[in-house]
């Protein structure tokens, strides 16, 4: 039986929904797609009208899984500042988890916590990176706060 599907999301684009009841602690998706360089992933990228729309998930070996290439419906999931879900990795596989129990038809979310380098930002980042979640606890933006 299956347990989420995608479709047309409140926050963003699209998102991924449970079918069903989830428990805390359960994996739900393996984030998939083409790993490789952040170089290459980032040429793939360049040019495109919408750039910082990505799908691009960071290994900890300092390669990247591009879920725009080959990827499953874990691409779709979106940010959340108090998210409901997390990513685990694993051999440099990378896995979304429940974080606590899920309701049929609740969004799943993750906490992206992005990290841009120094010579990336511009000064309109904060907009560009903007967090769409509402929670009264949302920091404003999908940018990792140090």
């Given at each position: ?89 694993e051999s440099n596989r990378v896995f979304i988890e429940t ?48």
């Open positions: 039986m299956r347990r989420v599907i995608t479709r047309r999301s409140p926050i963003h684009g699209k998102g991924v929904f449970a079918l069903r009841e989830l428990a805390a602690g359960e994996r739900i998706l393996e984030y998939r797609g083409l790993v490789t360089t952040w170089r290459e992933a980032a040429n793939h990228c360049s040019g495109r009208e919408n750039e910082e729309h990505t799908f691009l998930f960071g290994l900890s070996d300092g390669r990247v899984i591009d879920g725009g290439r080959g990827g499953n419906s874990a691409r779709w999931l979106n940010h959340a500042c108090n998210a409901n879900c997390e990513a685990v990795e974080i606590r129990a899920i309701a049929p038809g609740e969004e799943l979310f993750i906490d992206y916590s992005l990290e841009l380098p120094r010579s990336g930002r511009r000064r309109d980042t904060r907009e560009t990176y903007r967090c769409h979640c509402g929670a009264p606890s949302c920091r404003g933006t999908m940018l990792r706060c140090t």
